[in-house]
């Protein structure tokens, strides 16, 4: 086995496989946007989808004035894209907890927030009629950008994210899987390709 860390990665090749992945997931006889959180993993797939379609649909949920739903807006309109933002209260998302929590099937409170803004962000979308969204999705497993991992050293993170990927079925997937079927939406997640994911 290679030493991995002192290989260097291609950045080509990297954005080669994306590109395929994204033009992959993008096939379908239906309209497909995409989830557009403001953080740099749902702008690289927004932004790829965007020139495969440059009339794909951005979708963002957030509170007013929150960084993320700048961010979001600042991609969409550098892109040109059309973009669709719906702001939410505090007393919006405790409405739409009931529905959230039976959905996910979970009392987990980080799950049960996730869920909450994955609904929103889903029946935004399925009210605007899409049918299907690109995703970020799995880059933080893969590329470790989570914030508790940080500190770790090179075999620790390794490890970790290698668990977090093998768990993401009961983690993140479940929630976006679940939360966007509740309005009838499929959710793609082109970081997830095979071939991607091998890269990485």
């Known amino acids: 086995e290679p030493c991995l860390a002192t290989s260097k990665p291609d950045f080509g090749l990297c ?3 994306l590109t395929h992945s994204v033009r992959k997931r993008m096939m379908s006889d239906v309209g497909v946007g995409t989830f557009l959180s403001g953080g740099i993993d749902s702008s690289l ?3 790829l989808a965007a020139k495969e379609n440059p009339n794909i649909r951005a979708y963002t949920v957030g509170m007013e004035g929150a960084p993320d739903v700048e961010m979001a807006r600042r991609v969409a309109s550098f892109l040109g894209i059309q973009h669709i933002v719906k702001t939410f209260t505090i007393d919006d998302m405790l409405a739409l907890l009931p529905e ?5 099937e979970s ?8 869920a909450i803004v994955t609904y929103m962000c889903s029946k935004l ?13 799995g880059a933080d497993e893969l590329f ?10 090179f075999l620790e993170l390794r490890r970790k994210l290698a668990d977090l990927l093998r768990n993401l079925h009961k983690t993140e997937l479940k929630r976006l899987d679940r939360l966007s079927m509740a309005t009838t939406l499929e959710a793609r997640v082109p970081f997830l390709d095979r ?6």
């Open 144 to 153: 470790g950008g989570y914030s508790a991992v940080r500190s770790l050293t």
């Open 100 to 104: 959230a929590i039976y959905y996910i």
């Open 125 to 137: 979308a399925a009210e605007d009629g899409a049918k299907v969204v690109l995703c970020g999705e």
């Open 195 to 200: 071939q991607f994911v091998e890269y990485a």
């Open 45 to 47: 797939i927004t932004a």
């Open 15 to 17: 954005r080669s496989l």
């Open 107 to 114: 009392y987990n409170p980080s799950m049960v927030t996730g």
